[in-house]
C-alpha cells in the first residue's frame, strides 16, 4: 500500500477521535464504555486492524529503509578483507562486484525516497539488493583456483538469505520469496561444486535448516510486532479517550447545563483575570448584570418547562449579541446573567447595556402575567465600569453593578442603569451596614439559626450548622450576602465570630442539646493572630470540649495560601476541633486545599446535586464524590430537598446530607426542648 493509499485510510479510520459539541462527545468511544474496558480486537474486524497494522508499518520501513541499506551495504563492502584472504585470485572482481551492486542499490532508494515512491519500491529496492549483492559476489568468487577455499566460503551465502528474514523488516511475503531465491541459489551453486556428496548433503541440510529457522524467527517476529501494535493502538486510544473526556469535564464543570453558556465558577475565573489586567495593565473592563424581569411570574404562568425556554432563548440571543463586542456571557444563577467585556469609554458600557435591553425586548416573548403594562418578556440591566479608587477590590465592581441593577429595577424595570458614583441614589450603603454591625451585638441585632446535619446511613442527627443573621433598626432582615463581605471588609467579621462561637456554645453545646455544632470562619478570623487562642478561652470558660465544634471554611477568592492560616488550622486541630471544607467546588482553592489539610469533612456544594436531572450532572457529582472519597475525607452534600435526592445519597454512600427536606434553620429554642439525638422517620421508608 503507498503513501496515497494511507492518507485514504487515514480518511475513513474509525479511530479517529470524537468531537466535542457543547460538552457532548459526538464518537462513540466517548459516549460509549469506560476507558478499560475498550479492546480494538473486539471492536473492530480482523480486515480493519491489519489495513491500519500495515499502514503502520509502512510508514515505519519507509523511515527504516535508508539507514538500513546503508549499514547493510557497509557491511557487505567490508566483507572485502575475507575476500582477500580466502579467494585472493578473484578478490579484485568479488570487490568490484561489491562496490558496484552496493552504490547502486544506494542510488537507486535515494533517487526514490527524492521522488516520494511508495513504500512497496523502496522495499523491492532493498530485497533486489541482498539478492544482486549476492550473486555480483557469488559469481567471481566461483571462479577461484582453490575450489576447497571456494566451496566453504560459499556457506557465507546464508548470511543474505538471514538479511532477507531477520535484518530487514519486509512484510513476511516478500522475506519468504527473497531467501527462498538466495535458498535456490545456494542448492545450485551447491550441485555444482566440486566437492564430495557428503558436503553436499550436510551444506544443502545446513542451507534448508538456515531457510526454515529463520522464517521460522521472521514469522514470531511479526505476529510479536502486530501484537505490539495491537497493545500500543490500545493505549493510544485510551490516551485520547481519556484527554477528551477530561476535556469535556472541564468544560462541564464550567458551562451551565441549561443555556450551555459559562457558569459562574468559569465567570469568577475570568472576572479575576481581568481584574488582573486591570490593575497591572490598566485595561478596563465593564461588568453588566441582567435580570429577567418577573421571571418568577413567568414560571407560575407557563411552567418551569417554559421557562427553561425562555432562558435559553435569551441565552442565545445574548450571546450572538456579546460576540460582537467581543465579550463574555455566562449565567450567574437563576435568571440572572453577567456580561464582562473590555472596554475604554463609559459610553461603550451604556451602548451595550442598553443593546442588552433591546435584544431581550426583540424576541417578543410572550408574558401575560405581568401587571406593568407589559406583556413581552425584558430585562433590567445594571453595568460598572472600572475605575481609579483607593481600595479597589475585585467584588467591588460586582458590587456596583448589583447596585445599578437594583436602580435600573426601582426605575420600572426593561432599562439599563450604569453606576455612577457621584449619584446619591446609586451611592454604596456599605458605609450603613459598617454603622450597624458596630452596633449589632450590643442591640441585640444579630441572632442565629441552626439547620440540622443528618447521617444517612442512621437517619440521626449528627450536627447543625450555626447561620448568622442580621436585622436592620426597624426590623427588616439584611441577606448574609450583603452584611458578610462588609463584615469582613471592615473587621468586624472578628467580634462577630467571636460572639458566634460563644453563643453557640452557650445555646446548645453546654446542656448537649445537641451532639455537634459547625460554625462558619472567614479567612480573616483565620488569618489573625491569636484566633485560635481566644477559640481555646471560649471553651474553656463555657467547659465545652473543642471536639463538639466544627469550623467551615469556605474556598473562594480570598482564600488565599497564608502560612498564618494553615498555622492557625493546625492550632485548631490541636483544640480538638474538626474542619471543613464548605461549598467545595464552587471557588478557586478546593483542590490544593485538600492537598495541604486534612479536612474531617468536605462539604459538596448543592448546584452538583441539583444538576443531577442530566446525565453530565450525574456524572459530574459522581466524579467529585469519587475525586474526595478517595482523600479520606467523610462527604456533606448540601441542598437535600426531595427523597429522591436522599435515597440518591444512600445509593452513592453519602456520610451526611442537610437540606430543606432534612431540616430547614429554626432557632436555639427548637433544639432546647429536646435531649439527644431524634431519628427522623421518613427515612426508614426510603429504599
Not at 105 to 112: F, G, K, M, R, S
Not at 302 to 331: F, M, T, W
Request: charge should be neutral; glycine fraction near 8%; hydrophobic fraction near 45%.
Amino acid at each position: 500500500m503507498g503513501a496515497e493509499s494511507g492518507k485514504e485510510f487515514e480518511a475513513q479510520n474509525p479511530l479517529q477521535p470524537g468531537f466535542i459539541v457543547n460538552g457532548r462527545a459526538s464518537s462513540r468511544l466517548a459516549d460509549t464504555a469506560p476507558v478499560e474496558s475498550f479492546d480494538p480486537r473486539q471492536e473492530l474486524g480482523a480486515d480493519e486492524l491489519r489495513i491500519l497494522y500495515h499502514t503502520e508499518a509502512q510508514a515505519k520501513r519507509r523511515k527504516d529503509a535508508r539507514p538500513g541499506l546503508w549499514i547493510a551495504v557497509a557491511i557487505y563492502v567490508l566483507f572485502s578483507v575475507s575476500d582477500l584472504m580466502l579467494i585472493p585470485d578473484v578478490a579484485a572482481y568479488t570487490i568490484t562486484a561489491r562496490f558496484a551492486v552496493g552504490l547502486t542499490a544506494l542510488l537507486v532508494l535515494e533517487a526514490q525516497l527524492r521522488r516520494g515512491a511508495a513504500t512497496k519500491w523502496l522495499d523491492l529496492t532493498c530485497a533486489a539488493a541482498i539478492i544482486f549483492g549476492y550473486i555480483g559476489w557469488l559469481y567471481p568468487a566461483s571462479m577461484g583456483a582453490d575450489r576447497e577455499s571456494v566451496a566453504y566460503y560459499m556457506v557465507f551465502g546464508t548470511i543474505f538469505m538471514m538479511s532477507a528474514n531477520l535484518f530487514f523488516t519486509f512484510s513476511f511475503k516478500v522475506s519468504i520469496i527473497t531467501s527462498t531465491i538466495i535458498l535456490c541459489i545456494l542448492y545450485v551453486v551447491n550441485y555444482f561444486v566440486p566437492a564430495s556428496m557428503t558436503y553436499k548433503m550436510v551444506f544443502g541440510t545446513f542451507y534448508v535448516s538456515c531457510f526454515t529457522f529463520t522464517s521460522y524467527v521472521n514469522w514470531k517476529l511479526n505476529e510479536e510486532r502486530y501484537n505490539v501494535f495491537l497493545n500500543a493502538l490500545e493505549a493510544k486510544i485510551q490516551h485520547k479517550e481519556a484527554t477528551e473526556r477530561g476535556k469535556a469535564l472541564l468544560r462541564l464543570s464550567r458551562t451551565d447545563p441549561l443555556t450551555g453558556l459559562e457558569n459562574r465558577r468559569a465567570i469568577d475565573e475570568k472576572l479575576r483575570d481581568y481584574w488582573s489586567d486591570w490593575q497591572k495593565l490598566g485595561n478596563g473592563f465593564a461588568a453588566i448584570l441582567i435580570d429577567v424581569d418577573f421571571f418568577k411570574k413567568f414560571n407560575d404562568c407557563y411552567g418551569h418547562q417554559e421557562g427553561d425556554r425562555c432562558l435559553i432563548h435569551v441565552a442565545n440571543a445574548l450571546s450572538d449579541l456579546i460576540k460582537n463586542y467581543n465579550g463574555s456571557i455566562g449565567r450567574y444563577g437563576g435568571e440572572e446573567f453577567i456580561v464582562l467585556a473590555r472596554m475604554d469609554k463609559k459610553d461603550q458600557v451604556a451602548e451595550l447595556a442598553e443593546a442588552i435591553c433591546r435584544t431581550v425586548e426583540n424576541l417578543a416573548l410572550t408574558h401575560e402575567l405581568r401587571r406593568d403594562g407589559i406583556s413581552i418578556v425584558t430585562a433590567s440591566v445594571g453595568a460598572a465600569f472600572t475605575r481609579k479608587q483607593t481600595g479597589a477590590k475585585l467584588e467591588k465592581i460586582i458590587h456596583e453593578a448589583d447596585r445599578a441593577l437594583y436602580l435600573a429595577k426601582a426605575s420600572g424595570r426593561n432599562c439599563a442603569r450604569l453606576f455612577d458614583p457621584t449619584d446619591p441614589q446609586s451611592s454604596d450603603e456599605s458605609e450603613n451596614l459598617a454603622a450597624l454591625l458596630k452596633i449589632a451585638i450590643a442591640q441585640d441585632l444579630v441572632s442565629l439559626v441552626y439547620q440540622p446535619i443528618q447521617d444517612v446511613a442512621s437517619g440521626r442527627f449528627e450536627a447543625v450548622e450555626a447561620l448568622m443573621r442580621l436585622k436592620m433598626l426597624d426590623g427588616t432582615l439584611v441577606p448574609p450576602s450583603l452584611f458578610i463581605p462588609v463584615a469582613e471588609r471592615t473587621g468586624a467579621i472578628l467580634e462577630l465570630g467571636r460572639w458566634a462561637i460563644r453563643t453557640v456554645c452557650a445555646e446548645l453545646l453546654v446542656d448537649d442539646h445537641v451532639r455537634t455544632v459547625s460554625v462558619n470562619v472567614s479567612p480573616i478570623q483565620l488569618k489573625t493572630p491569636g484566633f485560635a487562642a481566644s477559640v481555646a478561652t471560649i471553651l474553656g470558660e463555657t467547659g465545652v470540649t473543642g471536639n463538639r465544634l466544627a469550623f467551615e471554611i469556605t474556598e473562594g477568592l480570598e482564600m488565599e495560601m497564608h502560612s498564618d492560616i494553615l498555622r492557625c488550622i493546625s492550632d485548631l486541630k490541636l483544640l480538638g476541633i474538626r474542619i471543613w471544607l464548605d461549598d467545595f467546588g464552587t471557588g478557586f482553592a478546593g483542590l490544593s486545599w485538600l492537598r495541604l489539610i486534612d479536612f474531617d469533612t468536605v462539604k459538596i456544594d448543592r448546584s452538583f446535586l441539583h444538576d443531577c436531572g442530566t446525565p453530565k450532572g450525574m456524572a459530574m457529582l459522581q466524579d467529585i464524590i469519587a475525586l474526595v472519597r478517595n482523600r479520606g475525607h467523610k462527604i456533606l452534600v448540601e441542598g437535600v430537598e426531595t427523597d429522591e435526592q436522599i435515597a440518591l445519597m444512600r445509593t452513592f454512600g453519602i456520610d451526611k446530607i442537610q437540606g430543606f427536606r432534612v431540616g430547614r434553620p429554626v432557632p436555639a429554642a427548637n433544639y432546647q426542648a429536646k435531649r439527644g439525638v431524634q431519628k427522623r422517620p421518613f427515612l426508614r421508608s426510603v429504599g
